[in-house]
Each structure stands twice: as structure tokens, then as C-alpha cells.
């Protein structure tokens, strides 16, 4: 429950702060938010419909599946980044913490808990952090050749 609140406390704050018609997203807010709502009426069907293991089972593999769209999200800006030659879109902090969390989840979760669960999805968003981090290595912010990205100078003027 604190995680779903969190989530919405984090939703709003992000949209406040997203320009009005920007592209940086899939869709648009009030799609995301349709999503959600439709994700969490499937989850309450399953929870109240199935026996309790096949619901972990169901639940468990959509949160699989979500961890890894999260951790690969930031790849959605791939295009943008070889193209303007900038990795401005790529947020550092959160390539750098992902970076540190799957390796260690990797970590536990192959050698300490041997769970597929934990480790797969882990190791496949280690994958995409060390991605971004090359991308920020190899294009840096694009300011110091003067090309900064245009998402760059529109979140600047925000």
C-alpha cells in the first residue's frame, strides 16, 4: 500500500514538471493513468477469482515483467540520443542506481536465493543500465561540442 501511494505521490510530481505536449512519454498521462486503472482491475480479478498460488504466480510474473519495462525505460530516448549525438534524456542518478541495485539483486538472487525470479529480470536491467552508462559515456550531454538536445533546452526554459 505505501508503495502504491508513493507511486501516485510520484506520478503527480513527475506531471507537474513534464511540459504540457511533450514526447518524452509513450502516450499520453491520461493514457498511463487508464493503464493503471485497467492493471489494477485485472489484479483485484485474479486476487479474488483464483486459488492464492495461482494469483502469486500470475501477479508475480506481471511485477517480473514491470521491473523490466522500468529499468529498460530509459532506452525509450535511444533514437533521440544517436541522432542529436546528446544523452541529456538519460537521467544519470536513476542509470547509476539502477546500476548499483540489479547488480546486487543479481548477486543475491542467483548465488543466495537462487530464484529465476529475482535474478533474470535483475541481470536484464543490469543490462540496460550498463547500456545507458555507455551511452552517457560515448555522448555525454552533447554540451561540450555546442549540441545539446532540444529536450535539454525545453526542460531548461520549465
Known amino acids: 500500500m505505501v508503495g502504491a501511494i508513493l507511486g501516485v505521490y510520484y506520478f503527480k510530481e513527475f506531471k507537474s514538471y513534464c511540459p504540457v505536449g511533450s514526447s518524452n512519454l509513450p502516450g499520453t498521462a491520461r493514457q498511463h493513468k487508464l493503464i493503471v486503472s485497467w492493471i489494477i482491475f485485472a489484479n483485484l480479478f485474479v486476487v479474488f477469482n483464483m486459488s492464492k ?74 543490462g540496460c543500465a550498463v547500456l545507458q552508462l555507455c551511452l552517457k559515456g560515448i555522448y555525454d550531454d552533447g554540451i561540450s561540442d555546442g549540441r545539446a538536445g532540444d529536450s535539454h533546452q525545453e526542460m531548461s526554459k520549465v
Open 53 to 126: 498460488t495461482k494469483a502469486a504466480d500470475i501477479i508475480g510474473k506481471e511485477a517480473v515483467f514491470m521491473y523490466v519495462v522500468l529499468f529498460a525505460s530509459p532506452l525509450a530516448a535511444l533514437k533521440d540520443v544517436i541522432e542529436t549525438k546528446s544523452a541529456v534524456s538519460i537521467p544519470l542518478p536513476f542509470t547509476i542506481a539502477s546500476t548499483l541495485n540489479c547488480s546486487l539483486w543479481s548477486i543475491v538472487g542467483l548465488l543466495k536465493l537462487n530464484d529465476f525470479n529475482i535474478y533474470f529480470p535483475c541481470m536484464l536491467g543490469l
